[in-house]
């Protein structure tokens, strides 16, 4: 489980990231169940619901995303 302060800390990079890298985030989400969103489907998502979703992607898979991925997404 993510600590309190790793959750705080995954909610701010999320809150960084615009459309483009949040769909590249979900493309290279490698979590330990698979998610089938098409591209086409993110798409039609607001940034605000990308980032619900892939907060909570990355709360049940229990991980931080790359830093690294991140800064340059």
């Known amino acids: 489980m993510l600590e309190s ?3 705080e800390e995954l909610i ?3 809150a960084s ?3 483009p890298a949040l769909t590249s985030q979900f493309k290279e989400f490698r ?3 698979p ?7 993110l798409e039609t998502l607001s940034v605000d619901r990308l980032r619900h ?3 909570a992607l990355c709360l ?3 991980q ?3 830093v690294e991925e991140l800064a340059m997404a």
């Open 17 to 19: 990231l615009d459309k």
């Open 53 to 55: 979703i892939f907060v």
């Open 12 to 14: 701010c990079l999320v």
């Open 35 to 41: 998610i089938d969103f098409t591209p086409e489907f």
């Open 31 to 33: 979590g330990n169940f």
């Open 64 to 66: 931080m995303p790359m």
């Open 5 to 7: 302060h790793q959750v």
């Open 60 to 62: 049940q898979a229990q």
